[in-house]
């Protein structure tokens, strides 16, 4: 049975940074995809960063290209979510999720993020970026 955990959100002023962190058990992150989404009261949730294959292919959402870097350690088996230069608009909960088949690697390929082949998730951590 694959669990991730996430931890690491807070709140911070703009500006400021914080790293998130998911730890998988029942799984490996060597193997199939792994990434990151958030969802913002009222709004639906979005893609935020991924990566096939412990790096092959990696995608980030253009809204946080250059400011956040994902991640991972695998001796941990731990996936992170460096992120920097936070804006108010990135507050949300911050969810990590596995797709262990590795079926979400054709649209990484294309720069395409779908949360749909993604089975297992975390329970979420709230990040607040105040201005």
């Known amino acids: 049975q694959v669990q991730l955990v996430e931890s690491g959100g807070g709140s911070v002023q703009a500006g400021g940074s914080l790293r998130l962190s998911c730890a998988a058990s029942?799984?490996?992150?060597?193997?199939?995809?792994m990434g990151w989404f958030r969802q913002a009261p009222g709004k639906e949730r979005e893609g935020v960063a991924a990566?096939?294959?412990?790096?092959?292919?990696?995608y980030y959402a253009d809204s946080v290209k250059g400011r956040f870097t994902i991640s991972q350690d695998s001796a941990k088996n731990t996936m992170y979510l460096q992120m920097s230069s936070l804006k108010p608009e990135d507050t949300a909960v911050y969810y990590c999720?596995?797709?262990?088949?590795?079926?979400?690697?054709?649209?990484?390929?294309?720069?395409?993020?779908?949360?749909?082949?993604?089975?297992?998730w975390g329970q979420g951590t709230q990040v607040t970026v105040s201005s």
């Open positions: 990566y096939y294959g412990g790096g092959v292919l990696t």
């Open positions: 999720a596995a797709d262990t088949r590795g079926y979400c690697s054709g649209g990484l390929a294309m720069g395409r993020l779908e949360d749909s082949y993604y089975t297992y």
């Open positions: 029942g799984y490996t992150y060597r193997s199939g995809c």
